[in-house]
């Protein structure tokens, strides 16, 4: 086993650890959790948003959290969105909304989610903000396009996310044609079986650069997620070469990480979105963004430890 795979395993069961969860909301502010979430609430993050839209960053918000098992808590996690689409609004930010199915009741009910996704678009639609469906594990990767295909006639201003790792990929980007999908394309961050996906980093970064390729081609807007130089480049050339503007793309990387690139990528003309969390269940989200990728350890550690 190399140790790519090694460290992604270990990462990743670091994040299912809910000992070391607990201790992490408790005490994350004094390991440097602020260096990679925009704050506990979504009042702390907007100066930081309007930070990053005055150096040309754009942004996409997620209020961190997931697999949700009370209508309870996943009506209130639909009241934290509804909260957020209209401080964006308010404050004129540079920001889309990102969320994840589970926080809205997907492993309760269908009728749930189905009802705090209805509610949700309509406050985005109503106040022109984009919102983007998180893709999680594989387990709830049909169903959550399902949901997206069904809402997407009616909210043209509704994203999801495809993984590269997974072999249903390429498939599902056909599927979604037909929709003129908005798209952040990424290598995925879940532990998955050899049953559904590409094991070897090689694979995965090749079927990356396919989708971005054809998501293109289909003349699909498309968001480039991954802090990786050689999709960056690829990404560069390939829409040099056949000629698609830069409003047809952008790239999107981590709040914390790879902050000079994403200003460097801003001057040469590219818009750039990061990806601000923010709330107190950043542990699980911040292993898995380690579990990614080797590379994203030295970027967090140098993101955490730098003033």
């Not at 069961?13 to 440097?32: I, R, T």
């Not at 989708?211 to 040099?240: P, Q």
């Not at 793309?249 to 979105?273: A, C, H, I, P, S």
């Amino acid at each position: 086993m190399t140790f790519e795979a090694i460290s992604k395993n270990f990462f990743l069961y670091l994040s299912n650890n809910k000992m070391l969860d607990h201790l992490a909301k408790k005490w994350g502010p004094k390991f440097g959790a602020d260096k990679i979430v925009g704050g506990v609430t979504f009042e702390q993050a907007v100066p930081l948003i309007e930070g990053l839209n005055r150096q040309g960053l754009q942004v996409t918000v997620d209020h961190l959290g997931e697999f949700v098992h009370s209508e309870s808590e996943a009506r209130k996690r639909c009241q934290e969105c509804l909260g957020t689409i209209r401080t964006i609004y308010e404050n004129g930010l540079g920001s889309e909304l990102s969320l994840k199915l589970t926080s809205l009741g997907l492993d309760i009910s269908e009728e749930l989610v189905a009802e705090n996704m209805q509610r949700i678009m309509e406050e985005a639609q109503k106040y022109n903000v984009v919102v983007t469906i998180d893709m999680e594990d594989s387990s709830r990767c049909g169903r959550t396009l399902e949901i997206y295909k069904r809402l997407k006639k009616d909210y043209p201003n509704l994203g999801t996310v495809i993984q590269s790792y997974l072999y249903r990929s390429d498939e599902d980007l056909d599927d979604l044609n037909e929709y003129d999908p908005y798209l952040r394309l990424v290598k995925g961050a879940y532990k998955e079986s050899g049953k559904v996906a590409f094991i070897e980093k090689e694979k995965v970064d090749a079927n990356l650069k396919h989708l971005i390729k054809k998501n293109l081609l289909n003349g699909h807007y498309t968001a480039i997620a991954s802090h990786d130089d050689a999709i960056i480049d690829f990404t560069k050339k390939l829409t040099e070469e056949h000629g698609i503007g830069k409003e047809k793309f952008e790239f999107q990387m981590l709040y914390g990480m790879r902050n000079q690139t994403q200003l460097d990528l801003v001057k040469q003309g590219y818009t750039v979105r990061v990806y601000l969390p923010y709330g107190d269940d950043w542990y699980g989200y911040f292993m898995r963004r380690l579990a990614e990728r080797p590379a994203n350890i030295a970027f967090a550690i140098k993101g955490i430890f730098s003033k």
